[in-house]
């Protein structure tokens, strides 16, 4: 069985500061797709970057970036001139390739001080 | 609709009550989810839908837990004689349909939740 494990229950950043969260991931498939998710107080899952396990080159979005290390099965977010409304829950995502079963960590509680 | 629609937003209800939450997912998705998320803990994946038919329903936790979705479309999750216990969000999701084929890279488009207490 997949799993994802989030060892960050609680993070805090400085606004303007860099950020990073961790995540890793147990699997013996090698094709599959990661993810993060951000949730507000809204509730709403929303992407915020993904990375398809087949390539080697980190996927970026703007501010958001991460670090995917296959061998090491470790997908970490990074996230550059944290801004105020970046405040949310983090989630890491792993779903496989031809399939529709995506499973989330326990997630990432972001807190960015003004 | 632009996104995936979930109602009601907030539900009480009184232990032993049957309750029906419903998704109405994004015009053209074929594939559609349903997930619990307890507090402080991430979704737990409840049951899939393809089309009008369960594709996967193995996260669903007992038999009191049951859901359809029959034109395809809207979905509605139904729980039976509530406990307690199932007081939390119940997420829905829904993609174009199995992530790697056809292009399709695996992101779920999610509602914004049900909010299910359980007295």
């Known amino acids: 069985a997949q799993t994802v494990t989030q060892s960050q229950p609680e993070m805090s950043v400085q606004e303007a500061e860099t950020v990073t969260l961790s995540c890793t991931y147990d699997?013996?498939?090698?094709?599959?797709?990661l993810f993060w998710y951000k949730q507000p107080p809204s509730r709403q899952m929303i992407l915020v970057i993904r990375?398809?396990?087949?390539?080697?080159q980190n996927a970026t979005e703007n501010r958001f970036s991460v670090n995917f290390q296959k061998a090491a099965k470790s997908f970490s977010l990074k996230i550059s001139d944290s801004q105020l409304g970046d405040a949310a829950m983090y989630f890491c995502?792993?779903?496989?390739?031809?399939?529709?079963?995506?499973?989330f960590g326990a997630g990432t509680r972001l807190t960015v001080k003004p | 609709g632009a996104g995936v629609s979930q109602t009601p937003s907030n539900k009480v209800t009184e232990k032993g009550k049957y309750v029906e939450l419903r998704c109405d997912p994004i015009?053209?998705?074929?594939?559609l989810y349903w997930y619990r998320q307890s507090l402080g803990q991430g979704p737990e994946f409840l049951i899939y839908?393809?089309?009008?038919?369960?594709?996967?329903d193995s996260g669903l936790p007992n038999d009191r837990f049951f859901a359809v979705r029959p034109e395809g479309s809207v979905s509605t999750l139904k729980i039976q004689r509530t406990e307690r216990g199932d007081s939390a969000v119940y997420l829905c999701?829904?993609?174009?349909?199995?992530?790697?084929?056809?292009?399709?890279?695996?992101?779920?488009?999610f509602g914004e939740g049900s909010r299910l207490t359980v007295l």
């Open positions: 990375q398809e396990a087949y390539k080697q």
């Open positions: 995502a792993y779903r496989k390739y031809n399939n529709n079963d995506m499973r």
């Open positions: 839908f393809q089309g009008t038919g369960a594709a996967d």
């Open positions: 015009s053209g998705h074929t594939a």
């Open positions: 999701a829904s993609s174009f349909g199995l992530a790697g084929r056809e292009g399709v890279a695996g992101e779920l488009f």
């Open positions: 699997t013996s498939e090698s094709d599959y797709y």
